[in-house]
């Protein structure tokens, strides 16, 4: 039993203002991701067929390469976002959590870097048809 009230033993813990930030960056990419994801799944839906070759001329054209590598990242950053909330309110030993944390934000950026590359690779390798 301790003789602290609570209030003493929560001071000098720092400020409680840098989880602000997270929290509207969490908010920003999930606004961001519905009209990314509506816009791909109206133009996946939209395709004559889901065949490589359709897709391949449909990655290639206009904005689409741009369009998908703004849905890749803002799906990396918001999962980064909340896998990081979850590992940091679910494991308690401090050299697991940095593990763990460290983990997630290389996949996060690996799953980013690889799929803006699968993009970027097919948008500038695939010849586009006139009509």
Not at 54 to 77: K, Y
Not at 119 to 131: E, M, N, Q
Request: charged share 10%.
């Amino acid at each position: 039993m301790s003789l602290q009230s609570p209030l003493t033993r929560v001071r000098g813990r720092g400020s409680a203002k840098s989880g602000v930030s997270h929290w509207w960056v969490q908010r920003v990419t999930a606004v961001t991701l519905v009209p990314l994801t509506l816009w791909f799944v109206v133009k996946l839906l939209g395709l004559p067929s889901l065949n490589i070759g359709d897709v391949r001329e449909w990655v290639a054209e206009g904005w689409t390469p741009v369009l998908l590598i703004m849905l890749l990242g803002a799906m990396a950053w918001h999962s980064a976002l909340g896998v990081q909330v979850v590992l940091e309110d679910y494991i308690r030993l401090k050299s697991l959590k940095v593990a763990a944390l460290f983990t997630s934000t290389i996949f996060h950026v690996l799953v980013a870097i690889a799929g803006s590359y699968a993009v970027l690779r097919i948008a500038l390798t695939t010849p586009i048809t006139a009509g």
